[in-house]
T-cell receptor
Framework: QKEVEQDPGPLSVPEGAIVSLNCTYS??????FMWYRQYSRKGPELLMY????GNKEDGRFTAQVDKSSKYISLFIRDSQPSDSATYLC????????????FGSGTRLSIRP | GAGVSQSPRYKVTKRGQDVALRCDPI?????LYWYRQALGQGPEFLTY????????KSGLPNDRFSAERPEGSISTLTIQRTEQRDSAMYRC????????????FGPGTRLTVT
């Protein structure tokens, strides 16, 4: 079993829809949770970062962490075609968050 | 300013040959990371450095893989006696060290072993 599980998709939704992306994990030591976005043929780029449980909002994006269920989510409101990309959840157990374990990524397509 | 750069961008090599992949991090970034990314998968941690010190190499698959960062800037990932299963995208990332979760990734080196 992988430490981090993520539905690979692909997920296709119409423009303006709310998107929900999720990951589950097995290592209870994870305490830093991240979402990276990766456009085709590019490297991943950090989208959001959360420490421990709770919610964090940044514009149209909201990250949620439920450590009791070992479950994290990313919500995208008012989705745009430019949001079409692969979304990778990522986690770290060490205090410096240097060793990051990535999920396999969910491919998201927003239809105009 | 310039981002993370990697060279070569593409490398085709024959099985059994050694290859060296180079990473040039963002200027001033303390930490440097190496990942391997298979098609349709997320990056897989290989190793990381703070300055010139290799802090964690637990992700290196076997002793054919090694990495160095002798002057705390440019890093080289070396794969000896390459095998077909080594074919993948190798990505380098760097961070300022203040927030290691914010890693800036390079464009990657696509390695193909024939």
């Amino acid at each position: 079993q992988k430490e981090v599980e993520q539905d690979p998709g692909p997920l296709s939704v119409p423009e303006g829809a709310i998107v929900s992306l999720n990951c589950t994990y097995s290592n209870s030591a994870f305490q830093y949770f991240m979402w990276y976005r990766q456009y085709s043929r590019k490297g991943p780029e950090l989208l959001m970062y959360t420490y421990s449980s709770g919610n964090k909002e940044d514009g149209r994006f909201t990250a949620q962490v439920d450590k009791s269920s070992k479950y994290i989510s990313l919500f995208i409101r008012d989705s745009q075609p430019s949001d079409s990309a692969t979304y990778l959840c990522a986690m770290s157990a060490d205090s410096s968050a240097s060793k990051i374990i990535f999920g396999s990524g969910t491919r998201l397509s927003i239809r105009p | 300013g310039a981002g993370v750069s990697q060279s070569p961008r593409y490398k085709v090599t024959k099985r059994g040959q050694d290859v060296a992949l180079r990473c040039d991090p963002i200027s001033g970034h303390v930490s440097l990371y190496w990942y391997r990314q298979a098609l349709g998968q997320g990056p897989e941690f290989l190793t990381y450095f703070n300055y010139e010190a290799q802090q964690d190499k637990s992700g290196l698959p076997n002793d054919r893989f090694s990495a160095e960062r002798p002057e705390g800037s440019i890093s080289t990932l070396t794969i000896q006696r390459t095998e077909q299963r080594d074919s993948a995208m190798y990505r380098c990332a760097s961070s300022s060290g203040r927030s290691s979760y914010e890693q800036y990734f390079g464009p990657g080196t696509r390695l193909t072993v024939t």
